[in-house]
């Protein structure tokens, strides 16, 4: 084993520890505390602003903290963002959660309200806040919208994991105010995460979709020593298609990133085929200026699944077509034969995870992350900024 990944495996397992060894499971004196406790439940509204059943996957990963502390007696106080429109209000996600607890909503961070509410608390019970956005200071890393939960609570628990890689209030600086430990979800983010760090017996690939490279250049460039195979499909196939210089006509294309040092490694696997804008499969030597690679073709997906299969680890982060617009065949049978083959399955981003939660192939992955960008960043970084700042804190 290589030194590198050695040490990114020492890495990886001390934030672990030190993330398990400060889960709310060691917590044995709940009874009577006040909880603040950081979800993120940011997650798409339908239509009419309400939670779709489809939607709710944050949701219910939520529900195994906010029952234990209830259940060691805790009172429970719950922040989260939702979207980036600052107007955004959690109540569609309130109303959901009713179904699951007995639980009150403060639509303000008023002060006389946080108090009187906070104040009259009875053990086990429930209340959520507003949107934290809501608050320019939350993303300024301010906490003086938060000084009054501050003060009424005991202590501060973080099950946000999707978030953690933001250094907002309501996930870093609040942090340096009351005694802090990390979520069930959160725990079970790291330890799994983790893993893609340990060396196999087999092969281990990464899998990788998706518009974005800016976020998945990085991870590619830090395990692409380490890894066996890469398989690329999505906008980032074509990078890499264009820089060895086959024709890409009018597909989607990331000109900001430089993949030289990558174009030649023959880890990485582009398609030989794809499906255009009319639904019609085509050689990938025969793109036309007026095409685009909104698919990988069916002889690419075999391709795929013969090394998915022969694969012990796979790590998949990002659609392989333009799934939203209908083209998503490849997803399909990716997400379909990591399901239904023997490698230890790792995945995360919300467009994955709509693609396995929509077919129901939940139950056949090992582990589905919760983070998008955060799954990314602490793959790439071996920790996240809001597990710095608790351990920071410990070690001061
Ligand atoms: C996410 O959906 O990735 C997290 O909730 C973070 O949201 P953000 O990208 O708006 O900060
Ligand atoms: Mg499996």
Redesign the pocket.
């Known amino acids: 084993m290589g030194d590198f990944l050695f040490l990114c495996i020492m890495i990886v397992m001390s934030i672990y520890n030190f993330v398990r060894s400060h889960s709310i499971q060691n917590l044995t004196h709940l009874k009577g505390k006040k909880v603040l406790l950081r979800l993120?439940l940011?997650i798409s509204l339908g239509n009419n602003e309400t939670v779709d059943p489809g939607e709710d996957w944050r949701i219910l990963k939520s529900l195994d903290t906010i029952s234990f502390l209830c259940e060691q007696g805790a009172s429970v106080v719950i922040l989260s963002?939702i979207g980036?429109d600052p107007q955004k209000s959690l109540r569609p996600v309130f109303e959901y959660m009713k179904q699951f607890f007995t639980i009150g909503f403060i639509p303000s961070y008023d002060s006389s309200l946080v108090r009187d509410l906070l104040s009259d608390m009875k053990e086990g019970s429930i209340l959520m806040m507003e949107n934290v956005r809501q608050n320019k200071e939350e993303k300024e890393d301010n906490i003086n919208y938060l000084s009054d939960l501050i003060e009424y609570c005991d202590i501060y628990v973080n099950d946000a994991f999707?978030?953690s890689h933001?250094e907002h209030a309501s996930v870093h600086a609040v942090t340096n105010y009351l005694p802090c430990y990390f979520g069930l979800q959160f725990v079970d983010e790291v330890k799994h995460l983790s893993l893609f760090f340990e060396k196999q017996e087999g092969a281990k690939t990464l899998i990788l979709g998706g518009a974005k490279f800016s976020t998945k250049l990085p991870l590619l460039k830090k395990f692409i020593a380490k890894i066996d195979y890469v398989l690329l499909g999505g906008a980032l196939a074509n990078v890499f298609l264009k820089e060895k210089g086959f024709k890409i006509g009018s597909s989607f294309y990331d000109d900001s990133v430089d993949i030289s040092s990558l174009v030649e490694n023959n880890k990485i696997i582009i398609p030989i085929d794809y499906i255009d804008q009319h639904g019609d499969v085509a050689d990938i030597h025969d793109v036309r200026d007026q095409d685009s690679i909104l698919d990988l073709g069916p002889e690419t997906c075999n391709i795929f699944e013969t090394i998915i299969d022969a694969s012990s680890m796979v790590m998949w982060n990002g659609p392989l077509g333009k799934y939203e617009d209908g083209f998503t065949e490849s997803s399909l049978r990716v997400a379909d034969s990591i399901a239904h083959g023997s490698a230890y399955s790792l995945t995360g981003g919300?467009d994955t995870s709509t693609v396995i939660l929509e077919n129901n192939l939940e139950d056949n992955f090992d582990f589905i992350s919760t983070?998008?960008?955060?799954m990314l960043e602490f793959l790439i970084q071996e920790t996240l900024p809001c597990i710095e700042v608790i351990k920071n804190k410990k070690e001061a």
Request: glycine content about 34%; aromatic content about 0%.
């Open positions: 993120d940011n963002h980036r999707a978030v933001r919300g983070g998008g960008g955060a």
